[in-house]
């Protein structure tokens, strides 16, 4: 017989006004309602609009298998009687100890310093012990940037991804920070 250790489950991580937890099956229904509206999946890379059956049920399935190649962090509003989803972050694996930061939050939440909050919680927890991170951001979207400046990310350049929701490359900035 061979004893297998148990991995450290993803922590959670905690601020004054949400929280930043592991994603739970009982998220499909309001990450459903917030990814599948076309604000949030055009300001993504991965999102398609509109959005095919099972997909967030796939993505649910992803963040919740072992191995993964990333983790996923729903912002969860419920200490401050806020919603249980408002928005994900994410952190998915590089080589040399690296991640990428991605987000969304969703409209109703917008303009309410979530973003930077989580970002910023996420960077400050380090839970991946990580040497860097790195964020891409369209650059139709200024705030997405504005979020990666406040929490200590510094430009690195310009590129562009393929972004499903446009159906089209979209130009980007690309943002680092030293941990």
């Not at 006004?17 to 999946?41: H, K, N, T």
């Not at 963040?63 to 993964?68: G, H, I, N, V």
């Not at 509003?77 to 969304?104: C, H, P, Y």
Request: net charge negative; hydrophobic share 40%; proline share 7%.
């Amino acid at each position: 017989m061979k004893i297998q250790p148990i991995e450290e489950s993803q922590p959670i991580i905690q601020t004054d006004r949400f929280d930043l937890r592991p994603l739970q099956r009982s998220d499909l229904g309001l990450i459903e309602l917030y990814a599948g509206d076309v604000r949030v999946a055009r300001n993504t890379s991965t999102i398609p609009h509109p959005l095919p059956p099972g997909t967030i049920d796939a993505f649910i399935t992803r963040a919740l298998s072992e191995p993964r190649d990333f983790d996923c962090w729903a912002m969860d509003g419920t200490k401050d009687n806020g919603a249980e989803v408002m928005g994900l972050i994410t952190l998915s694996r590089l080589d040399r100890n690296q991640t990428e930061v991605g987000f969304w939050v969703a409209p109703a939440f917008w303009n309410t310093h979530l973003a930077s909050d989580s970002v910023t919680a996420l960077v400050e927890a380090n839970p991946l012990r990580n040497h860097t991170m790195f964020a891409t951001v369209f650059q139709d979207n200024p705030a997405s940037a504005k979020v990666m400046t406040n929490a200590g990310f510094v430009y690195l350049g310009d590129a562009e991804i393929y972004c499903l929701a446009r159906d089209a490359a979209v130009p980007t900035w690309t943002y680092s920070r030293k941990l």
